[in-house]
């Protein structure tokens, strides 16, 4: 079912792949995801990053494959709740330990990184989700690392440095921290970004897309009447990919793409 011919390079063979189950996605991506590969998913509001991520962690349970979730911005319940928009009953699936959805509130609490690697180890995903990139560092940035890192500002201003540290300098060091730790995981890793329209870079921090192994981005653009979602593949470190521009709809069954 999730078999394609495609031609490939010879070093596209040795990569072991992870498939999306998003067919038009993975034939894009020669197959699938390069595993252990850390991607970004960028769009605006309403793109449909939540929908492409957790149909990604679906799409894993019934490979048999298990899934972490990683949410700061929709609870548990909210979630729930657009998976049963789509015929999906997450709230099963957590069950029968295929998934694990985690909500971080990031106004009520911190020690992130921490947190996120206890789930790792005691859930031992193959397959995780952060929604959003965005909301997580940001709050790691007011909050600091805990004790991974000192990066929070307020250690930064106390810091005798005599080289002023600016923000995008603090912001890079804080992903190449988040990023270090996730390269720990045996594990295919998404990230969602914030995406504004007007935005030059491909990120909300125009700095993820540097450090990530590949980058997808969604857009929606209203045409008259009708609304034009498309998905490009902008970096897939590790494997030829079709980098054009494909259309993408959202309907009663999740995300597809054309
Ligand atoms: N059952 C459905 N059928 C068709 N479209 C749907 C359905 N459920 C949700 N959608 C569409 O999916 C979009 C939301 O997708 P999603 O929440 O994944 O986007 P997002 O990029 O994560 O948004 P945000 O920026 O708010 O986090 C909605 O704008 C809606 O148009
Ligand atoms: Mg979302």
């Known amino acids: 079912m999730f078999l394609y011919h495609v031609p490939v390079t010879l070093s596209d063979y040795m990569v ?12 894009a991506l020669n197959g699938g995801i390069p595993y252990k590969n850390i991607v970004l998913i960028s ?5 449909g990053k939540s929908t ?14 298990k899934g972490l979730y990683i949410s700061t911005e929709q609870s548990k319940q909210e979630l729930y709740k657009t998976g049963a928009s789509f015929g999906w009953n997450l709230e099963q699936l957590e069950k029968s330990n295929k998934i694990k959805i985690a909500y971080f509130d990031v106004v009520e609490s911190d020690n992130f990184l921490e947190k996120i690697y206890e ?7 193959k397959r995780v989700v952060i929604d959003s990139l965005t909301t997580l560092t940001d709050s790691l940035l007011v909050t600091g690392m805990g004790k991974d890192g000192a990066f929070s500002m307020v250690k930064i201003a106390e810091s005798i440095s005599p080289i002023p540290k600016t923000e995008r300098i603090v912001s890079k060091n804080l992903l190449y921290h988040l990023l270090k730790k996730l390269r720990l995981f045996e594990s295919t890793i998404l990230l969602t970004s914030e995406l504004l329209e007007e935005s030059k870079g491909l990120s909300a921090d125009q700095i993820s897309e540097f450090i990530c192994d590949g980058v997808v981005v969604l857009k929606s653009l209203a045409l008259g009447e009708t609304l034009n979602r498309t998905l490009t ?26």
């Open 52 to 65: 492409l991520c957790l149909q990604y962690l679906i799409n894993g349970a019934k490979m048999g494959e």
């Open 43 to 47: 769009g605006g509001a309403g793109t």
């Open 16 to 27: 072991e792949r992870v498939k999306t189950g998003i067919e038009g996605l993975d034939k």
């Open 119 to 125: 789930l790792y180890t005691s859930f031992e995903p």
């Open 233 to 258: 593949i902008k970096k897939m470190r590790y494997s030829s990919m079709d980098g054009g521009i494909k259309s993408y709809d959202i309907n009663d069954i999740g995300f597809s793409v054309q």
